[in-house]
């Protein structure tokens, strides 16, 4: 297509002229004959102001990666499974940060029967973001509805995380929200839970959580709701 390829050597430094650059947003895929042996090379700058802990979340990339911030090497990713990268070190407060991803590209080394005849199946980039948190943080959490009674009995299960050698002592505090098709500012149903933690410690949280005259989903009326969760210490 006689288009000019950018001059690639040191795309992973702040300084880099990236103007030539085409704009896209995650996921991203690339690959085929045409583009056989590339990587895909992404950058982003972000502002994270003040903070204390930030990790990068990666829903996944295929079949491996680099991972550059502030033009260091923060992580070698070799397979294909989600990973929560500690960046705290290499980012800096208050200013702005490059973080830079190479995707390595990929070649089929053992087709199969049903392998199309070009070998260079797409390398694949899926979305990241940057967690910035404190020290004690929400790890995980996951609600479903035990069945769809009036009230409707909502198990939730969070994992809570303290990452210092303090105790912690505080709440958590779920709201379920209407959501679609109509959003609401009210919450449906309230709960709070009282939390402590042992210093370097983690914590699993089991609650149930009624949900009065719940909008049920069907295929021609899908009700959704969204379920926040805030964790409070005691001032």
């Avoid at 295929?62 to 911030?69: G, M």
């Avoid at 199309?116 to 943080?137: C, K, Q, S, V």
Wanted: glycine share 4%.
């Amino acid at each position: 297509d006689f288009e000019a390829k950018p001059e690639i050597r040191g795309w992973y430094k702040a300084d880099y002229d990236d103007g030539q650059w085409e704009p896209d947003e995650l996921p991203i895929v690339h690959g085929s004959e045409r583009f056989a042996g590339e990587s895909l090379y992404l950058r982003n700058k972000v502002e994270v102001g003040d903070f204390t802990k930030a990790v990068l979340n990666i829903e996944t990339i295929d079949p491996a990666c680099e991972v550059w911030v502030n033009g260091e090497v923060a992580a070698v990713v070799n397979d294909r499974y989600p990973v929560r990268i500690d960046v705290t070190k290499y980012l800096k407060k208050n200013q702005s940060n490059l973080i830079a991803v190479r995707v390595k590209p990929f070649t089929v080394e053992i087709p199969m029967h049903h392998t199309p005849t070009d070998h260079n199946i797409g390398w694949f980039a899926g979305r990241m973001w940057l967690d910035i948190r404190e020290e004690t943080y929400i790890e995980d959490v996951l609600v479903y509805a035990k069945d769809v009674t009036d009230p409707a009995p909502m198990q939730s299960r969070i994992t809570i995380s303290n990452d210092t050698r303090k105790p912690f002592e505080g709440r958590a505090v779920i709201k379920f929200y209407p959501w679609y098709p109509s959003e609401s500012s009210e919450p449906a149903a309230t709960e709070t839970i009282a939390v402590k933690v042992r210093a370097w410690n983690k914590k699993v949280l089991e609650n149930v959580v009624n949900v009065p005259k719940p909008k049920l989903w069907t295929f021609d009326n899908p009700n959704l709701y969204s379920v926040e969760v805030t964790l409070e210490d005691n001032s």
